[in-house]
């Protein structure tokens, strides 16, 4: 579920606990829970001497940046679907904490994920497969979808494409329902290639929807929470198309459930007509 505003909620609540107002938090170790079978997650030994992190996200990525001394070694992660982080007292953990930073002051930063889809992987920087953010490398994120129109990807409908993180990085199920629904010219089955070419306003609003989600908390849903309680409301009248049950939906080729404005279930309808 985190998409590109809650991972840069997660990245801004990582670096308030570790940095806060005052000096630096020092931490004195890295724990993987050992329930945590991953094959894929590489974990950073625990450096031997104090250490300090940080955090920054791009999309759906985000980078620990674990610091001691001169050396700094980059964790990246994915939060797969509920991932999130949580500072509590040392001892208090959540029984779903799979990587855990013990602070000097007796409390503990841990990577929470209840269904276990987050990954990480330390010694590695962003992913080469995926393309600018959209919110904080604006223009590079235009210029990556337009050079690359003539792609047969862009063949695809538009409700596909906009789940493609290598053009679309950090746009997931809420973000490109409540994108769509704001071009309501905008037939959601359409040829990527004709939308973009015919609607710019499309790569706009794939800027300023997150950057607006990212304002008002991030997406409260399922089984994300922001890390600060904001006010959940607010989000909630944001949302117009997503997870409505007066909004039409498919399951999509990839298995994902896309809302959309019911205008268009004709146009739907051609379109899993033409799958056949």
Same mark, same amino acid.
């Given at each position: 579920?985190?998409?590109? %505003?809650?991972? *840069? ?25 050992? %329930? /945590? ?7 950073? =030994? ?33 939060? !797969?679907?509920? !991932? ?11 029984? /779903? %904490?799979?990587?855990?930073?013990? *602070? ?25 497969? *995926? ?16 050079? @690359? ?14 789940? @493609? ?28 290639? =004709? ?15 997150? *950057?607006?989600?990212?304002?008002? !908390? ?14 959940? =409301? ?14 039409? /939906? ?27």
């Amino acid at each position: 579920m985190p998409e590109l %505003a809650e991972l *840069r909620l997660t990245a801004d609540y990582i670096n308030e606990c570790s940095q806060g107002k005052g000096p630096m938090i020092h931490y004195i170790k890295i724990e993987k829970n050992p %329930a /945590h079978k991953g094959t894929h997650c590489i974990t950073p =030994e625990s450096p031997k001497d104090y250490f300090s992190l940080s955090a920054e996200s791009r999309g759906k990525e985000l980078i620990l940046y674990i610091k001691e001394g001169d050396k700094t070694t980059p964790l990246r992660m994915s939060m !797969g679907m509920s !991932g999130h982080f949580k500072l509590t007292n040392t001892g208090q953990e959540s029984k /779903h %904490a799979h990587l855990k930073f013990y *602070r000097k002051d007796g409390t503990t930063l841990s990577f929470v994920d209840v269904r276990r889809f987050g990954k990480w992987k330390a010694g590695e920087t962003w992913s080469t497969n *995926r393309g600018p953010d959209p919110t904080t490398e604006a223009d590079e994120f235009k210029y990556n979808v337009l050079k @690359n129109l003539d792609k047969r990807v862009f063949d695809q409908p538009i409700h596909l494409v906009l789940m @493609n993180q290598k053009y679309f990085n950090g746009i997931g199920n809420y973000l490109r329902a409540e994108i769509l629904y704001r071009l309501p010219e905008v037939n959601p089955f359409m040829e990527a290639r =004709e939308v973009i070419d015919n609607c710019p306003m499309l790569l706009e609003l794939c800027t300023t929807i997150p *950057r607006k989600a990212y304002s008002l !908390g991030g997406g409260q849903l399922k089984d994300w929470e922001n890390p600060w309680q904001s006010d959940k =409301e607010k989000f909630e009248r944001f949302i117009k198309c997503y997870n409505n049950k007066n909004m039409g /939906h498919i399951m999509d080729k990839n298995g994902r459930r896309f809302w959309f404005d019911p205008k268009w279930n004709i146009k739907m309808l051609e379109h899993i007509s033409k799958q056949k």
